[in-house]
Structure formats: C-alpha cells, structure tokens
Nanobody, 121 residues
Framework: QVQLVESGGGLVQAGGSLRLSCAAS????????VGWFRQAPGKNREFVATINWSTSATYVAGSVKGRFTISKDNTKNTVYLQMNSLKPEDTALYYC??????????????WGRGTQVTVSS
C-alpha cells in the first residue's frame, strides 16, 4: 500500500549539490529498506544507495561513494539522498524504491516515478 514520491531533482553545474527526497505515503516503514537508483538514457537502471529502515545501516555504490550520502527521517517517513560534487555522468532519472536491504535493483518492489537530475559541465 505504500507509495513513494521523489522530489528535489533539477539542473546543476558540475561540482554542485542537490538533495533528493523520497516521501512515503501510507503506513510508515517498519522494516526493510529504501534505496536510490538511477537510469541514464541507453543504460540499465543501476543501484546508487540503500538504507535499512530499522538499523540505519547503509550501502553506497562505489561510483558515488564519498560524494553521496543516504539518510532518513523516520518521523517524516522520508529518505534523502544528499549529492555533492556532482559530475556530468551523474545525470540520470533518479528513483527511490522500497524492498529488502540489498543492492540488487530487481529485488525492490515499490517504486516512485523518478526525479530528473541533470549535471552540466
């Protein structure tokens, strides 16, 4: 029954920052995880970061490690993706999704519609 809505995307210059939000409607999360994924034109959807709702444990993809941080606010039922030092190759449609605590994109069950991030050089 949970629904996810992403926001915060936009156009930013290389080196800039954006913070994406993933807001959940319906019941609050009690377990599992919320992850961020991205898909660029002509490419497969790829894992970016995920966070365990219960423990706050995280995993971040090597391509963004050190630049992106995932966090959550349980009281607001919201997950964030803080993106710093953005590069043109970060340009993609960013999705959040709910599922088990895993980096495997196909195991996530509930998806938002996505928010576009465009990084110019």
């Amino acid at each position: 029954q949970v629904q996810l809505v992403e926001s915060g995307g936009g156009l930013v210059q290389a080196g800039g920052s954006l913070r994406l939000s993933c807001a959940a409607s319906g019941r609050p999360f009690s377990n599992g995880a919320v992850g961020w994924f991205r898909q660029a034109p002509g490419k497969n959807r790829e894992f970016v970061a995920t966070i365990n709702w219960s423990t706050s444990a995280t995993y971040v993809a090597g391509s963004v490690k050190g630049r992106f941080t995932i966090s959550k606010d349980n009281t607001k039922n919201t997950v964030y993706l803080q993106m710093n030092s953005l590069k043109p190759e970060d340009t993609a449609l960013y999705y959040c999704a709910a599922g088990p605590f895993t980096t495997t994109v196909t195991r996530y069950d509930v998806w938002g519609r996505g928010t576009q991030v465009t990084v110019s050089s």
